[in-house]
C-alpha cells in the first residue's frame, strides 16, 4: 500500500480542543445530560474493556434524548460475546484462558468479535428517530477513504474491502441497542492487530459439533488488517463525525480508568459486566449432547468413548444444569445430583461424574472429553511455575 499523507494526531487535536473549551474539561454526566450539548465527543485512554463498555452503557443511559454522541476507545486484548449469545459455542474457553485473553459480554446484540491494542472501536450514540443501521458505518468508510483506503458497507452492515484477488474482506463489524428514545451503533475497526493469526482459533469452540443453541450465533468472515495507525484513523473518524454534525462539538474529553470509574453509573455497570452472573448467567438455554438425536442430527467429532457404551445428553439454562440424562450401556444411571452446577464454576467433570453409578474410569474419560467441550482449564506444574 502506498505511503499515507501526516495527518493531525488526534491527542493533538483533542489537546486543542479541552483548551479552547469553555468550562467542563472532566468526565461528567452534568455534561452528558444537559440538552444544551447536541454534539458530543469522547476519547477514552483506558483499555480496559470493561470500563469502556460501562461507560458506553452509562451514556446511552444519560446522554440528552436529543444529543449525538461520538465515543472512541481502544482495548487490551479480550474477546466480546453478544448480549444473547453463548460463550460455550462462541469461544476456545481453554485456549482465551491459556492466552490471557479476557471473556466480555457486551449489552448489545450481534456476533462475537475479537479487540486488541491494534484495532479501534467506535461508538454512536443518536436519537432512535435518527437511527439507521448504515449511516454511521458509512461515516467511517469516509474515514478510511479520507486515509487512502477504499471500503464499503455490505448487506450485512460491515465494512469490507475487495483485495485484489476478488476476495471480500472484513475490516469492521458492528452491534446496536436501540431504546425507545436512543440507539447505539458500535464497531471495531482492523488497524494493525498483531493477532490477525489467531483470531479464527480463538473464536472456534471445539464443542460446536455438539451444542445446539438458543440466542444468536456469529458469522464467520475472513478478516483483515488496514494498515493504518490508531491515532490517525480516531482523527479521520472525528472529522468526519464533525463534519455531519455541524463542524463543533459542544462536549469534548479525554479520559482515564479512573476518570471513568469515579463517575458512580459506570462503575455500577463495570461491577454487573465482570460479574459471572452476566458473563455466563445471562446465557440462553442449550443443550450438550454426545450422540446425534432427531433435534440435532449432526455427527459428533471422534469421542474417548464408544456412543454403545456411554450417552450423555444435558440441558442448561442460566448457565447452569438443568437437566442430565446419561446411559451406560443403554440402561439409564441417576444423575440429579449434578442438577443446579454453574459451568463455569466446575474445575474437573471427572469428579462430578463419579458420584453418579458411572464406573471411575468410564467417568474419568468422560469428564476430559467435557472439559475440552466446557473450557476448563486444566494448570500443569509447568503452567503454575511460569
Not at 469461544?91 to 492466552?99: C, F, G, I
Request: glycine letters at 6%; hydrophobic letters at 40%; charged letters at 25%.
Amino acid at each position: 500500500m502506498r505511503r499515507l499523507p501526516p495527518v493531525l494526531r488526534c491527542r493533538d487535536l483533542f489537546s486543542t480542543w479541552l483548551r479552547s473549551c469553555p468550562g467542563l474539561r472532566r468526565l461528567s454526566t452534568e455534561a452528558a445530560s444537559n440538552p444544551a450539548n447536541k454534539t458530543q465527543l469522547y476519547l477514552s485512554r483506558s483499555h480496559e474493556p470493561l470500563v469502556n463498555l460501562a461507560l458506553e452503557h452509562h451514556l446511552l443511559r444519560t446522554s440528552a434524548p436529543t444529543s449525538t454522541v461520538l465515543l472512541l476507545y481502544v482495548n487490551e486484548p479480550c474477546v466480546v460475546i453478544g448480549r444473547n449469545q453463548n460463550p460455550w459455542l462462541e469461544a476456545d474457553l481453554v485456549e482465551l484462558a491459556r492466552s490471557g485473553v479476557a471473556l466480555v459480554r457486551r449489552r448489545s446484540g450481534g456476533g462475537t468479535v475479537f479487540h486488541d491494542l491494534g484495532n479501534v472501536n467506535y461508538s454512536v450514540i443518536c436519537p432512535t428517530s435518527a437511527f439507521d443501521r448504515d449511516r454511521h458505518a458509512q461515516m467511517v468508510v469516509r474515514a478510511l477513504a479520507a486515509l487512502g483506503r477504499q471500503a464499503r458497507v455490505n448487506a450485512r452492515h460491515d465494512i469490507v474491502i475487495d483485495d485484489e484477488a476478488f476476495c471480500t474482506l472484513k475490516v469492521s463489524g458492528s452491534a446496536y441497542k436501540v431504546t425507545r428514545l436512543r440507539a447505539l451503533h458500535h464497531g471495531t475497526c482492523l488497524l494493525r492487530s498483531p493477532n490477525l493469526s489467531k483470531i479464527s482459533g480463538l473464536l472456534r469452540s471445539p464443542a460446536a459439533t455438539v451444542i445446539k443453541a438458543r440466542g444468536v450465533e456469529s458469522v464467520r468472515s475472513k478478516v483483515a488488517n488496514l494498515d493504518l495507525g490508531n491515532d490517525e484513523f480516531e482523527a479521520a473518524v472525528v472529522d468526519q463525525f464533525r463534519d455531519m454534525y455541524g463542524g463543533h462539538c459542544h462536549v469534548k474529553e479525554e479520559f482515564s480508568t479512573a476518570d471513568a470509574l469515579s463517575i458512580d453509573g459506570v462503575a455500577d455497570a463495570h461491577r454487573e459486566m465482570e460479574a459471572a452472573a452476566w458473563v455466563y448467567g445471562q446465557t440462553p438455554q442449550f443443550t450438550l449432547s454426545s450422540y446425534p438425536s432427531e433435534d440435532d442430527p449432526r455427527p459428533r467429532a471422534m469421542l474417548p468413548f464408544d456412543e454403545n457404551e456411554l450417552r450423555m445428553r444435558f440441558v442448561a439454562r442460566h448457565g447452569k444444569l438443568e437437566q442430565l440424562d446419561i446411559k451406560v450401556k443403554g440402561q439409564s444411571i441417576h444423575g440429579s445430583g449434578l442438577v443446579g452446577l454453574a459451568l463455569h464454576e466446575v474445575t474437573s467433570w471427572s469428579q462430578p461424574l463419579t458420584k453418579t453409578a458411572m464406573d471411575w474410569k468410564l467417568a474419568d474419560r468422560a469428564g476430559h472429553w467435557l472439559d475440552k467441550m466446557l473450557g476448563v482449564v486444566h494448570i500443569s506444574n509447568s503452567d503454575s511455575t511460569q
